[in-house]
């Protein structure tokens, strides 16, 4: 496991700074708008009834960039929290910690390509 | 060291978040039913109040990552040398803030 874990460690590496850079860019817009514009009022909520939500979403682009906004942010999620838990006296368990939390981060990654492709 | 490891801790967030999205496309997937509840249950006030804490820490991360992006730039790729610090950063925010406006506008209805 972990020369496994070494392997994959560049992978790991730039995912998690495209869930930094790409993630933090996207989610800005989304969270502003989808998280608290629309629930507060401050934006109809007909700008995304079903019938523009899906048409947005389900043109390759916007597979893409939802793809991107789901995906990228856990790999970041993954990446951080372990290394949190390394600084944090975890350097014995990380063989547990690593591939749990990236094994969450690529559970939730093949089920974004699922639900991106099923739009 | 409390920055640093506050730094880590948005991995909480962005895990969270990560799945929040990934709840709302996948019910965009399943009807226009699944969908309205999925918009609905965003309205709730543990829903608002946890998206205002994300996007606290999403500016958080990518105000802190903005600064440190320069001084990770190889020193040279052959002849050529990275622009100045304040350029760089400069546009890391210009892209940051025209893609949210961009993609804000798009959400929101007001382009497309």
Redesign the interface.
Same mark, same amino acid.
């Given at each position: 496991m972990k020369n496994f874990l070494l392997k994959i460690e560049p992978v790991i590496w730039l995912l998690f700074g495209q &869930? +930094?850079?790409l993630?933090? +860019?996207?989610?800005?817009?989304?969270?502003?708008?989808? &998280?608290? *514009? /629309?629930?507060?009022g401050i934006?109809?909520?007909?700008?995304?009834d079903?019938g523009? *939500?899906?048409a947005? #979403?389900s043109n390759p682009i916007g597979r893409l960039?939802?793809l991107g906004? /789901?995906?990228?942010?856990?790999w970041?999620? #993954?990446?951080?929290?372990r290394?949190?838990s390394i600084?944090h006296g975890g350097a014995a368990r990380d063989l547990v910690v690593a591939p749990l939390l990236y094994g /969450?981060?690529a559970l &939730?990654s093949v +089920? *974004?390509i699922v639900?991106?492709i099923?739009? | 060291m409390r920055v640093y490891t506050l730094f880590g801790v948005t991995g909480i967030i962005y895990l969270l978040v990560g799945f929040v999205v990934l709840r709302m496309i996948w019910a965009l997937g399943a009807g226009p039913e699944a969908w309205q509840s999925s918009l609905e249950t965003n309205a709730h006030p543990l829903y608002i109040a946890f998206n205002a804490l994300c996007l606290v820490s999403v500016v958080f991360v990518a105000v802190r990552f903005f600064r440190l992006f320069p001084k990770a730039q190889p020193a040279a790729i052959g002849p050529l040398k990275p622009p100045p610090a304040a350029v760089i950063q400069g546009m890391l925010y210009l892209v940051w803030i025209g893609v949210t406006v961009l993609f804000g506008a798009i959400l929101a209805g007001v382009i497309f």
């Open positions: &869930g +930094i850079m993630g933090s +860019i996207l989610l800005t817009g989304w969270l502003l708008v989808v &998280g608290l *514009a /629309i629930p507060l934006v109809p909520a007909e700008a995304l079903f523009r *939500a899906h947005l #979403a960039v939802l906004l /789901i995906a990228l942010p856990l970041k999620g #993954a990446h951080h929290l290394h949190l600084d /969450i981060a &939730g +089920i *974004a639900a991106v099923r739009l | -």
